[in-house]
């Protein structure tokens, strides 16, 4: 699983929103859809999915190198369409020893369980990318009390599986306030932005481009409406994952994003909860250019 490819993968943010993308995919689903088939055309079939989500949590990181997976239903009150649906793909237990011998190599203290499943961060998404659940997942669980900047190394650590044919991927939120639309007057799925959110995705996507790897990592401060879009960190967390695989350097140092990143999908529904898409690292252009830019 180590062989080395000679066209890298992009390390991918997608953003999963609720459980409800399942059933109501909206546009982001037929983005999902377009980005496997574009992962496939432009770099081939990914040998294995590193995946992390932030419904699958521990107080460190933890490998799951089960054989084979299941749809986990980690939610509670939504129409019973929803727990119908399965996607059990295989898992990647013989790539688990690699991926915990690169967090250690970057001083990232891991452990392994052969539990198996994947929560809805991880299933919603590649149900919609590649159907056909052939391909290998190894989800690996987020740690949610370290800081943006613990999860950019954990995603630095684990670049080199961009050359090996396995995609790293972090599935999350563009903002996640579900106190906004669980509110009195729930908005629509198809509600007008939000002026807040529409400014925090914009500064994001502002930093991305420009490769502002220390603005990224102090955005509590520094983006618009931190707070409001992000109440907590953990929705946001597995962005630094994908940008840290798909970047270079270290803290401090200029043009530390390399390429730099690329939004592939610019969403919003309810108003407020973003799905936006990024692709970071050297194979981030060229996927940008299959699936026609940003939609």
Not at 89 to 112: F, H, K, M, N, W
Not at 130 to 136: F, L, R, T
Request: glycine fraction near 12%; charge should be negative.
């Amino acid at each position: 699983m180590d062989k080395t490819t000679a066209s890298p993968l992009p390390a991918l943010f997608v953003s999963h929103g609720s459980p409800m993308l399942a059933l109501e995919p909206g546009t982001t689903g037929p983005f999902l859809q377009r980005l496997g088939r574009g992962i496939d055309r432009r770099f081939g079939r990914p040998r294995a999915i590193v995946a992390v989500s932030p419904h699958t949590a521990a107080r460190a990181p933890v490998v799951l190198g089960s054989a084979v997976h299941h749809a986990v239903h980690d939610f509670g009150g939504f129409p019973e369409a929803l727990y119908r649906l399965q996607y059990s793909p295989p898992g990647a237990p013989e790539l688990a020893p690699r991926v915990r011998g690169l967090l250690a190599g970057g001083g990232i203290e891991s452990t392994a369980s052969d539990d198996a499943g994947l929560d809805h961060g991880i299933w919603s998404v590649l149900r919609f990318a590649w159907p056909e659940a052939d391909i290998p997942v190894l989800p690996i669980a987020l740690a949610p009390g370290q800081p943006p900047a613990a999860q950019w190394a954990l995603g630095a650590a684990l670049a080199p599986l961009l050359h090996e044919g396995v995609l790293v991927l972090g599935s999350g939120s563009a903002t996640h306030n579900l106190g906004l639309i669980f509110a009195a007057a729930r908005p629509a799925a198809d509600a007008a932005e939000m002026a807040e959110s529409r400014a925090f995705r914009e500064w994001v996507a502002d930093r991305v481009a420009a490769g502002d790897h220390d603005a990224l990592l102090d955005y509590r401060a520094r983006a618009p409406h931190a707070a409001l879009m992000h109440p907590s960190d953990e929705h946001w967390l597995p962005f630094y994952i994908a940008a840290g695989a798909g970047g270079r350097g270290a803290p401090g140092v200029a043009g530390v994003l390399g390429v730099a990143g690329v939004r592939l999908h610019d969403a919003v529904t309810y108003g407020c909860l973003g799905t936006d898409a990024y692709a970071f690292g050297d194979g981030a252009a060229a996927l940008g250019e299959a699936l026609g830019g940003a939609t």
